[in-house]
């Protein structure tokens, strides 16, 4: 075991994120993000080779980082709602011009402006693309603030191993909780010095198009449909959850993020009442865990989802499920956190 750092959940993404390999950092303060915006100016501006930028604007941001990604380096954006709106376009282009790099969205309540209050209202805009076309981020959903660090490391790594956007969707809660983390030692990934896709001049190579574009139909088909192929193997080989007390459950939950967190003491808690529930929590967003889901509701006989919204992910439960059973759902919003025994008395509802 390592040494563990209480850090908090904003500070430990911007650790864990130069630890493993960035170097670039484009972004606007938003709150409830800010501090990892400030961590990554403290620790960056003092490192060669580095680069930290608050941008003029949202939009502004996410161009910096598709030109520090067209290079092949490691590079982040943060920011929450009505910030990651404005990075939809730029998103839309990173993902068909296939450049990695890591956004993250510590979500805020809206539509709108909102409030600063945590919410996981943002689950359609992360998870079916925000922006225009036909794209697909890989979306990691973590519960803690040590999983925050493991997951933020893992993105970069996702991110180069299939060219794509990753997106670490963490609620507003998340990024101000403070927790001890521990950084592990993990097998060290080499970025080759040189990729055939970067951009580093066309002398002595053919130029390469860094902003796919081609009115002809037939071969922007082939491009996007390619596209669609990298996601049917991200879809075959990275899907992540947890699954929680299954065995005999009377009821099922599913939740993610600081929702899971608080299931969990509901399941301890109906225990003592001779209440037998499970929970599913998606890891990964996209891919969504439909297999667990759907081999479950052969034999659960409710499923209860629990949002930080009006219901969003219930809707990727029910096509899991495909009415094999029932599929409830129970969510504030507002930035409103459902308590235990909100939860506890909505599981009752259904036994």
Same mark, same amino acid.
């Given at each position: 075991?390592?040494?563990?750092?209480?850090?908090?959940?904003?500070?430990?993404?911007?650790?864990?994120?130069?630890?493993?390999?960035?170097?670039?950092?484009?972004?606007?303060?938003?709150?409830?993000?800010?501090?990892?915006?400030?961590?990554?100016?403290?620790?960056?501006?003092?490192?060669?080779?580095?680069?930290?930028?608050?941008?003029?604007?949202?939009?502004?941001?996410?161009?910096?980082?598709?030109?520090?990604?067209?290079?092949?380096?490691?590079?982040?954006?943060?920011?929450?709602?009505?910030?990651?709106?404005?990075?939809?376009?730029?998103?839309?282009?990173?993902?068909?011009?296939?450049?990695?790099?890591?956004?993250?969205?510590?979500?805020?309540?809206?539509?709108?402006?909102?409030?600063?209050?945590?919410?996981?209202?943002?689950?359609?805009?992360?998870?079916?693309?925000?922006?225009?076309?036909?794209?697909?981020?890989?979306?990691?959903?973590?519960?803690?603030?040590?999983?925050?660090?493991?997951?933020?490391?893992?993105?970069?790594?996702?991110?180069?191993?299939?060219?794509?956007?990753?997106?670490?969707?963490?609620?507003?809660?998340?990024?101000?909780?403070?927790?001890?983390?521990?950084?592990?030692?993990?097998?060290?990934?080499?970025?080759?010095? /040189?990729?055939?896709?970067?951009?580093?001049?066309? @002398? !002595?190579?053919?130029?390469?198009? =860094?902003? &796919?574009?081609? #009115?002809? %139909?037939?071969?922007?088909?082939?491009?996007?449909?390619?596209?669609?192929?990298?996601?049917?193997?991200?879809?075959?080989?990275?899907?992540?959850?947890?699954?929680?007390?299954?065995?005999?459950?009377?009821?099922?939950?599913?939740?993610?993020?600081?929702?899971?967190?608080?299931? /969990?003491?509901?399941?301890?808690?109906?225990?003592? @009442? !001779?209440?037998?529930?499970?929970? =599913?929590? &998606?890891?990964? #967003?996209? %891919?969504?865990?439909?297999?667990?889901?759907?081999?479950?509701?052969?034999?659960?006989?409710?499923?209860?989802?629990?949002?930080?919204?009006?219901?969003?992910?219930?809707?990727?439960?029910?096509?899991?499920?495909?009415?094999?059973?029932?599929?409830?759902?129970?969510?504030?919003?507002?930035?409103?956190?459902?308590?235990?025994?909100?939860?506890?008395?909505?599981?009752?509802?259904?036994?």
């Amino acid at each position: 075991m390592g040494e563990k750092i209480l850090m908090k959940g904003n500070e430990a993404i911007g650790e864990s994120a130069i630890r493993a390999g960035c170097r670039f950092f484009f972004g606007y303060p938003i709150t409830p993000q800010s501090e990892l915006i400030a961590y990554m100016a403290k620790k960056l501006l003092k490192m060669e080779d580095a680069a930290f930028v608050q941008s003029e604007s949202e939009i502004a941001a996410i161009n910096m980082v598709y030109g520090a990604a067209s290079t092949g380096a490691r590079v982040m954006t943060s920011s929450s709602g009505p910030g990651i709106s404005l990075k939809q376009e730029g998103i839309s282009y990173l993902s068909v011009a296939e450049l990695p790099c890591v956004v993250v969205n510590i979500m805020r309540s809206g539509p709108g402006l909102g409030n600063i209050q945590p919410a996981q209202g943002d689950y359609f805009q992360a998870t079916k693309g925000g922006g225009h076309g036909d794209y697909r981020l890989i979306v990691l959903a973590p519960s803690s603030i040590q999983e925050l660090v493991d997951l933020t490391s893992e993105a970069f790594d996702l991110a180069d191993k299939y060219r794509n956007p990753v997106m670490i969707l963490a609620d507003g809660l998340l990024g101000q909780m403070m927790e001890a983390v521990e950084f592990k030692e993990k097998p060290k990934v080499e970025l080759p010095d /040189k990729k055939g896709w970067t951009l580093t001049g066309c @002398e !002595g190579r053919e130029p390469h198009c =860094i902003i &796919p574009f081609d #009115l002809d %139909p037939v071969a922007f088909e082939k491009w996007t449909n390619n596209l669609g192929e990298k996601y049917i193997k991200i879809k075959e080989k990275e899907v992540r959850y947890e699954a929680i007390n299954m065995e005999d459950a009377e009821l099922i939950i599913v939740a993610y993020g600081t929702v899971a967190r608080i299931a /969990k003491t509901v399941i301890n808690n109906a225990k003592k @009442e !001779g209440i037998n529930i499970g929970l =599913i929590r &998606p890891i990964t #967003l996209f %891919p969504f865990p439909e297999e667990i889901i759907a081999s479950t509701a052969e034999k659960a006989k409710n499923f209860l989802v629990v949002e930080m919204s009006q219901g969003q992910m219930v809707e990727d439960v029910r096509l899991a499920v495909e009415g094999k059973t029932e599929v409830h759902f129970y969510g504030r919003t507002g930035g409103m956190i459902p308590s235990q025994e909100e939860i506890l008395r909505e599981v009752k509802r259904y036994l």
